[in-house]
């Protein structure tokens, strides 16, 4: 049986009155690529927070590799894992100098800081520049940086908060490949936020799906706001009507999974439910995958990967957009 | 006009030639303002870290009473010194009063809210995210205190230098706990205001100069300190 890295049950974490994260249960394994995705302010950070011990639940259970977390142990338990944030900071002195900040917080030996140090500044492509003032630095060259401050800790587990987030596609490529490689060939768990899919999907083994901080069994993203009318066979976005297959009496809004929204450029889904017309906002391609914003009556987003039928598809072009009353969760 | 220029000159003379009386003075201004400065900025900038990163009861109080220190007049510090150091006063026996070591004091109690006030305002604007960065890397309650102090020691080492700077040109409190003894306790200020009340502009004239040599010499720091690459 594969060793457990997180162990979580009934996990709450609230800022306020309001519950701001809940997990009732989640096993991550050991060794595993999990990704959170989720829209803005889903909880993905926050949630990236507690699996770092930086915060502490308020509530329920979080277990490291089998130790039950303790507040008052919460330090060594820190120091078992490298969070990159998103935005991270770095000290007031140089590249070489923030890198090795965290191995002499974390005692390594002394006559190995520097060497670690450099050779995670060369993993992320920025040898040569130890000596710069990391003030001047470039936010892409910052966030390197600290990816190598990160990397060199060498933790059992590597969070990463929107780490494509600021940086140029070369760059994206490069962290893509550092995820890959800390797993495949050094076998750690890594776990990261993102709010794109497509990345997800790709790199991950898992993928946990966040939103207004629960996990959630669907994709969460096009959601919609409203009541479920006539019985529960319809649901009313106050723009659109959707007929929908869960008849549930209950539920102020509905996502659809992005992916499982068929699309046309002729009028081929006539006779069907749930066919809306609508015009091509935004258009986006990487890596055979094409993304699609369509704003027909409320604004949609569609992933697919890439086709013949495809190269026809210009913003301002008209579209028709099929969602199966099925693809479509009432939450 | 002529009698200006002609003390203006006299006033260069006597700096350039190392007026021993100048100098003496001089010395006894930076060796008073720089024990004042030390002391203070040692119990200072402790306490302006202790207010900036612990919450505990008080702390608005504390804060208040910061912050009023640093607008108390210099003549009620040098009144209230002078009450516990004159031979009636709880500290009369040890005769600090008319001493350097006195104004020393006096001038330790006006520079001290400066460097604790200065010192929270530096914690206070560092980024927020330094808290989450010390933390992520597993540091230890005294290694991330460590780390605040040595990302805000550019603001605080300018907070050292404008109390310097605040000590080296006070006058009330030298004049009521150093009585301005010639050859003891004669601070340039207190000089400066004596030889001007006696008409003797030359030697006024060559202190203010040296006193304003002081103060470029402080704002240089303090421009060199806040640009980080002191």
């Known amino acids: 049986m594969t060793p457990l890295a997180y162990s979580i049950k009934d996990l709450m974490f609230s800022y306020g009155a309001r519950s701001d994260l809940f997990v009732d249960t989640l096993d991550i394994s050991a060794g595993d690529v999990v990704a959170l995705v989720g829209p803005n302010g889903s909880g993905k950070t926050t949630f990236l927070h507690l699996l770092a011990f930086i915060l502490s639940p308020q509530q329920g259970s979080l277990s490291l590799l089998g130790h039950d977390f303790q507040n008052s142990e919460a330090m060594t338990f820190r ?147 409203g009541q479920v009318l006539e019985d529960g066979a319809i649901f009313d976005s106050g723009a659109i009507r959707f007929h929908v297959s869960n008849t549930v009496q209950n539920g102020s809004s509905i996502l659809i999974d992005p992916r499982k929204i068929s699309f046309s450029t002729n009028e081929e889904f006539q006779g069907l439910a749930n066919v809306f017309k609508g015009k091509i906002i935004s258009l986006s391609l990487s890596k055979n995958r094409i993304k699609l914003g369509v704003l027909a009556g409320e604004s949609f987003e569609l992933h697919r990967e890439f086709r013949q039928d495809c190269k026809d598809l210009r913003i301002g072009s008209e579209i028709w957009l099929h969602v199966t009353p099925e693809s479509i969760t009432i939450i | 006009m002529h009698f200006l220029s002609e003390s203006i000159y006299r006033a260069f003379l006597l700096v350039l030639n190392l007026d021993p009386e100048v100098y003496q003075i001089v010395w006894t201004s930076i060796y008073i303002s720089f024990w004042s400065t030390t002391l203070s900025s040692s119990l200072g900038i402790p306490l302006g870290a202790l207010v900036a ?80 960065t010390c933390k992520m890397l597993g540091a230890s309650p005294l290694q991330e205190f460590w780390l605040t102090m040595k990302e805000a020691r550019f603001a605080v080492m300018a907070a050292i230098v404008i109390a310097f700077g605040r000590v080296v040109s006070e006058v009330g409190i030298a004049m009521m706990l150093g009585g301005n003894i010639r050859g003891f306790t004669r601070t340039m200020t207190t000089a400066i205001a004596l030889e001007t009340s006696k008409g003797e502009f030359e030697l006024g004239l060559a202190l203010g100069f040296v006193l304003m040599l002081v103060a470029l010499v402080i704002n240089g720091m303090i421009f060199f300190v806040q640009r980080g690459r002191l």
């Open chain 1, 79 to 225: 120091r078992r894992i490298g969070l990159l944030p998103q935005n991270p900071y770095l000290f007031k002195s140089s590249v070489l100098e923030n890198v090795m900040v965290g191995l002499r917080v974390r005692k390594f030996p002394r006559r190995l800081i520097e060497k670690i140090a450099k050779e995670a500044l060369s993993r992320v492509g920025m040898e040569g520049f130890e000596d710069r003032w990391a003030g001047s630095l470039s936010g892409g060259e910052a966030q390197r940086v600290a990816l190598a401050r990160t990397l060199a800790l060498n933790p059992d587990v590597f969070l990463f908060d929107e780490p494509a987030n600021h940086l140029d596609s070369e760059s994206v490529r490069r962290t893509e490949q550092l995820i890959l490689d800390l797993n495949r060939c050094e076998k750690k768990t890594v776990i990261f936020a993102t709010h794109d899919l497509t990345l997800a999907e790709e790199l991950a083994d898992t993928v946990i799906h966040i939103f207004e901080g629960h996990v959630i069994p669907v994709a969460p993203f096009n959601l919609f706001r």
């Open chain 2, 53 to 132: 990163l612990k919450s505990f009861r008080g702390k608005p109080a504390l804060l208040l009473l910061l912050n009023t220190s640093m607008a108390l007049p210099t003549v009620v510090i040098g009144l209230f010194c002078y009450a516990i150091l004159s031979r009636m006063g709880p500290l009369g026996d040890l005769g600090l009063l008319f001493t350097p070591t006195g104004i020393a004091l006096g001038l330790f109690v006006l520079a001290t809210p400066i460097s604790a006030n200065l010192t929270v305002a530096a914690i206070q604007n560092l980024d927020s995210r330094l808290a989450l």
